[in-house]
């Protein structure tokens, strides 16, 4: 089976290393079976190598190049080999970090997990020779994986050759004697460059050992909250392969955890995890029939609602940081610098390109969609019908909030300095107003954001100094109940308070996540700190939320748009599933020892404890609540 690689790089210092490169890669096999490419669709290659320095960061070509693979192909057969600059990973932030001078922009959050590199440093400037030991297991070592073999078998081969080699170079010397004093003094020089090699191959391998055991720290962090075990195993196998720092920290952290879920409130048989997440949501949102999340790893997950089930993932290869369904349900859109649109089962639909990046996009029409970025467009059918710049609605800041109403009318959009604009379907401004976030008196608040919106007159944001008195700590200030208000809701008009959303919790801190139900009452969700653990807010809804399990750091709410379900996320990876509507009026499956079992062990079940606990019925991987009643 033949296997192309294109080569990415840029031109300059790295030419003479690329062109070794394009050379040594295909010799490695010596019966062939592996192209290097150079120019022409990256897309059409089975792998991509690229050469990363300050200057193809910057080189609009190689841009361009990774762009297109990125789009086409994911990260999963890509390799890296550092030849300046910098390049580290930020294991908190899950990403390439900022400082990184040899990482373009589309690849910071590109990666899922910490992706393996190679440090090619010393060959840059000059061409390296297939005689140097340490190059030829460096290309080794960028092959096998390409062709599916370890390295050791592409180097056997080559290793006896130049064995044989000087053999009869030691050979030819003895029998030159005219040549004795040459041959001396060559000798000298190869003991010296066998030296040289042999410690820049001892640095290479431990720069190789010190990425995987932080890559492995890394893995060992995210899964922490979800399954103790093997973050211990995960910290202990990064810290037997390189004593990093990380492998330090991943230990001490693992070693705390007992495996469980971190909650405030045990599920029931009437809540189901929505299971899947490697990182910890950034965004949620519902149709009737699906709920949708983003991830931190810029992972879009799509669940059926009756039941849980994970139906699509799609690959965090497009920067992807807020979701959105189409009013009418039929399509879901995700912001990543242009807007990706999805079907319910996670096909790609293509993507809308407003001419500035979008980080933000919210339902717009029936099945259209609004963008925010360094301008604000609405997009339908893949088609940018208007857009315009921040400056123009008189946003001075980024936008942190956008949605638009589901007759097309209407556009509402917020700045992090708390401006906020109503809009009309030509995105001039209607109303505009300014808000200020409460902040308590330990400095908790957030930037001023609309948390929830009904597409009419009424807005949630966190409660305002002047209008909604926000949280205060003083027990003698007396029992005004807004002194408890986690949020409010506001005229979208005027900005006039409306009604507090109130918490039960002591020393509430303001409202992160909420959510306006049909009937015009709302639901917040303060994410808790200090000493305050998570907690509800609502206005004079009667609705019984204390069954709603509530993650650790909660900070994402949502509800569907028939109001039959709610989400809840969290910031470790955690995210419910919880139906609104009485128990009676849902089918009745409470005594199926499906769901019991799945429900218990809080995940999908293996083939030996299917065996072991439900051994007469058929194994189901997804643990499905839609069977009949036993």
Same mark, same amino acid.
């Given at each position: ?23 040594? +890669? ?11 490419? =150079? ?26 190049? &990774?762009? =297109? ?32 001078? %040899? ?46 073999? @370890?390295?050791?078998?592409? @180097? ?7 064995? =044989? ?6 050979? %030819? ?10 041959? *001396? ?17 001892? +640095?290479? &391998? ?9 890559? &492995? ?10 399954? /103790? ?6 910290? *202990? ?20 955890? @007992? ?42 997950? +799509? ?45 790609? !639909? ?33 088609? *940018? ?11 001075? @800041? ?28 030509? !995105? ?19 930037? %001023? ?38 949020? /409010? ?35 917040? !969700? ?39 379900? &709610?989400? *809840? ?19 009745? +499956? ?23 606990? !439900? ?16």
């Amino acid at each position: 089976m033949s296997v192309t690689v294109f080569l990415s790089s840029s031109p300059g210092n790295d030419e003479l290393l690329a062109d070794e490169l394009a050379r040594a +890669i295909p010799r490695v096999r010596r019966r062939g079976g592996i192209q290097v490419i =150079r120019d022409g669709d990256p897309a059409e290659a089975d792998w991509l190598l690229f050469l990363a320095s300050p200057e193809s960061s910057r080189d609009p070509d190689v841009t361009a190049q &990774l762009t =297109r693979w990125l789009e086409v192909k994911g990260v999963d057969r890509f390799q890296v080999v550092v030849t300046a600059g910098s390049w580290h990973w930020d294991a908190e932030a899950n990403e390439i970090a900022r400082e990184s001078s %040899a990482a373009p922009q589309m690849l910071r959050r590109a990666f899922p997990a910490e992706p393996r590199h190679l440090e090619f440093r010393g060959d840059r400037g000059a061409r390296p020779t297939s005689r140097d030991p340490l190059f030829l297991d460096q290309v080794a070592e960028i092959t096998a994986p390409m062709l599916g073999t @370890t390295k050791d078998a592409l @180097t056997g081969e080559d290793v006896r050759r130049q064995r =044989r080699t000087r053999t009869l170079t030691k050979a %030819a010397a003895g029998a030159l004697s005219v040549l004795l004093l040459i041959g *001396v003094a060559g000798a000298v020089v190869s003991v010296n460059r066998a030296e040289a090699s042999r410690e820049s191959r001892a +640095i290479a &391998l431990q720069q190789r050992d010190d990425s995987e055991s932080r890559r &492995l720290a890394a893995l060992s962090g995210q899964v922490v909250n979800d399954d /103790g075990a093997l973050a211990r195993l995960l910290a *202990v196998e990064a810290w037997r392969i390189s004593e990093t720092a990380e492998a330090r920290r991943a230990l001490a952290e693992a070693t705390q955890v @007992t495996g469980h879920w971190g909650m405030t409130n045990t599920p029931s048989d009437t809540v189901s995890r929505l299971i899947g997440h490697a990182f910890h949501p950034m965004s949620l949102d519902f149709s009737e029939t699906h709920v949708a999340t983003v991830d931190a790893g810029s992972m879009l997950r +799509i669940w059926t609602l009756h039941d849980a089930q994970l139906v699509a993932e799609v690959g965090g290869t497009f920067g992807m940081e807020n979701v959105a369904w189409a009013h009418d349900g039929s399509v879901v859109a995700a912001a990543g610098g242009r807007v990706h649109l999805f079907t319910a089962e996670g096909q790609p !639909l293509g993507f809308a390109g407003p001419r500035s990046p979008a980080a933000l996009v919210g339902a717009w029409g029936a099945n259209g969609f609004v963008a925010a970025g360094g301008s604000i467009a609405v997009i339908q059918d893949r088609e *940018v019908l208007v857009e315009r710049p921040l400056t123009d609605i008189g946003l001075t @800041t980024p936008p942190v909030f956008v949605e638009g109403s589901a007759d097309g009318e209407r556009v509402l959009v917020a700045s992090e300095s708390g401006q906020i604009a109503l809009l009309d379907a030509d !995105l001039d401004v209607v109303h505009q107003w300014e808000f200020t976030v409460a902040v308590d008196q330990f400095g908790a608040g957030d930037s %001023a954001s609309v948390l929830a919106w009904d597409g009419r007159e009424r807005v949630v944001l966190p409660p305002d100094n002047d209008r909604i008195r926000g949280p205060i700590l003083d027990p003698a200030s007396g029992p005004d109940p807004q002194d408890n208000a986690i949020a /409010g809701i506001y005229d979208a008009r005027t900005g006039e308070g409306i009604e507090p959303l109130i918490s039960d919790g002591y020393f509430p801190v303001p409202a992160t996540s909420a959510a306006i139900l049909a009937d015009g009452s709302a639901i917040a !969700l303060s994410p808790g700190g200090l000493e305050a653990p998570p907690a509800f807010g609502q206005t004079s809804s009667d609705m019984d939320l204390s069954v709603i399990p509530l993650p650790e750091r909660a900070n994402l709410i949502g509800v569907s748009p028939d109001n039959r379900w &709610l989400a *809840v996320a969290g910031s470790s990876a955690e995210a419910f599933l919880v139906p609104l509507v009485e128990p009676a009026q849902r089918d009745d +499956i409470t005594g199926d020892p499906t769901v019991q079992a799945c429900a218990a062990a809080g995940r999908f079940l293996s083939e030996a404890e299917w065996a072991m606990y !439900l051994p007469d019925r058929d194994y189901q991987p997804g643990c499905r609540n839609s069977d009949e009643p036993s």
